[in-house]
């Protein structure tokens, strides 16, 4: 059965109108990488509207087993394109609202 690596976090206030360009970034690198992530079963990100924190991002990452989600996120976060995203990102993203968690189907339908 898959796993999902789930990160949940908030933009930073200050950096909310450079999300929407350094998402595009990200869309068009993976687009044009299809080999890279090819590991990846799934990837989708949710913004939660309402609730207790509002603007609430949550990407998950799905891929078959723990084994492979070690693998491919060292092979795709080895690539030094991806690495320069990354970074960007986090300096967008409030340090105390990030978390990453690793869950398990136990009913899908």
């Given at each position: 059965m898959s796993v999902l690596v789930v990160e949940t976090y908030v933009v930073k206030?200050?950096?909310v109108d450079e999300f929407d360009p350094a998402l595009k970034e990200f869309l068009q690198f993976?687009?044009?990488n299809p080999r890279?992530?090819?590991g990846v079963r799934s990837w989708s990100l949710h913004r939660q509207e309402y609730g207790s924190v509002a603007g609430l991002y949550a990407e998950t990452w799905e891929f078959d087993d723990l084994g492979a989600m070690e693998?491919?996120?060292?092979?795709v976060f080895a690539d030094e394109k991806m690495r320069a995203i990354q970074r960007g990102f986090h300096q967008?993203?409030?340090p105390a609202t990030f978390s990453a968690s690793i869950w398990r189907p136990i009913v899908t339908r």
């Open positions: 206030a200050e950096k993976k687009g044009s890279l992530f090819a693998k491919e996120t060292a092979r967008l993203v409030d």
